[in-house]
């Protein structure tokens, strides 16, 4: 189960990681529609951190490696 999660957040920590990279340089450029859109999948990323910590692990048998 560690290793799933692990697995789960890893990605989206990349994910969210380059949201912020993609954000600056177009917050630079000019491209504020594209900053919104960016901040709303950032939103949305933080939101599945919480279920992945949240609601995954809670319901999953806790015998499971």
Do not use: C, T
């Not at 999948?41 to 919480?50: A, F, H, N, P």
């Amino acid at each position: 189960m560690r290793e799933f999660r692990h697995d789960l957040l890893s990605l989206l920590n990349q994910v969210l990681g380059y949201s912020y990279l993609v954000e600056e340089e177009a917050s630079d450029g000019g491209y504020e529609s594209v900053v919104k859109d960016i901040q709303k999948i950032q939103k949305v990323g933080k939101s599945m951190e919480r279920l992945i910590a949240d609601q995954l692990v809670n319901a999953w048998p806790q015998d499971l490696p």
